[in-house]
Every structure is written in structure tokens, then in C-alpha cells.
Nanobody, 124 residues
Framework: VQLQASGGGLVQAEGSLRLSCAASGDSFNNYAVGWFRQAPGKEREFVAGIDRNGRRTKYAESMKGRFTISRDNAENTVSLQMNSLKPEDTAVYYC??????????????????WGQGTLVTVSS
């Protein structure tokens, strides 16, 4: 499966952005999907994940209540709605996928497929 992330940009603190991940090449409903991010000089970290049916989601603690992950398998897309953004949310955001029927995982090496990333910059 190929993944294309979009929706990044520059936003002020407390603003919102919606990232999208478009998938192609295989039956998207066979894949759990995750979002990770990487800030300059920092390690890649888990943001949110969703299982292949959209029934189970998982969030990093600092994103709970601010970010919402969802998917539309008919459209082969996964979205990440980000509200109340903070300057520390500035990073390149990557969507990822794994051929897996279980709950989403936080571990980046569990995901076989990665999109190219989209930059989110939050100004103070």
C-alpha cells in the first residue's frame, strides 16, 4: 500500500489543522493505521492509531482530548484532527500502515508502510 499525507501547514497556537492520509494499492480495510511525528533533533514518536475497522483507537497521552483519528475505508483515507495546537506539536507528521487485524500499536517498527510526511508548524 502507498500512503500520501497532506494537510500540514503553519498555524498559531490554539489553532487547528486536519491532516489526511490517502492510501492506494491494496485493500485499505486490511490495514491498521498510525500517525507518528518527528521534531528536529528528537526521536520519532507515536501520535495516534486506529484499527482496520475504525473501532479501536489509541492516542499518546499528550494528544488525548486534543487530537482525533478517524478513517473512511470507502474513501481509503485516515484523518487526524488536531485542535488546541501547541508550539511543541511542531514536527513532521507521518502516516503509517500495517497489515494487521488487531488494535493499533505505538511501536514504529510494527508499521511496514510509511508516507512521506507533512510539516506542521505551530507558532506561539
Amino acid at each position: 500500500v502507498q500512503l500520501q499525507a497532506s494537510g500540514g501547514g503553519l498555524v498559531q497556537a490554539e489553532g487547528s489543522l486536519r491532516l489526511s492520509c490517502a492510501a492506494s494499492g491494496d485493500s485499505f480495510n486490511n490495514y491498521a493505521v498510525g500517525w507518528f511525528r518527528q521534531a528536529p533533533g528528537k526521536e520519532r514518536e507515536f501520535v495516534a492509531g486506529i484499527d482496520r475497522n475504525g473501532r479501536r483507537t489509541k492516542y499518546a497521552e499528550s494528544m488525548k482530548g486534543r487530537f482525533t483519528i478517524s478513517r473512511d475505508n470507502a474513501e481509503n483515507t485516515v484523518s487526524l484532527q488536531m485542535n488546541s495546537l501547541k508550539p511543541e506539536d511542531t514536527a513532521v507528521y507521518y502516516c503509517t500502515a500495517t497489515y494487521y487485524s488487531g488494535p493499533p500499536t505505538r511501536i514504529p517498527t510494527d508499521y511496514e508502510y510509511w508516507g512521506q510526511g507533512t510539516l506542521v508548524t505551530v507558532s506561539s
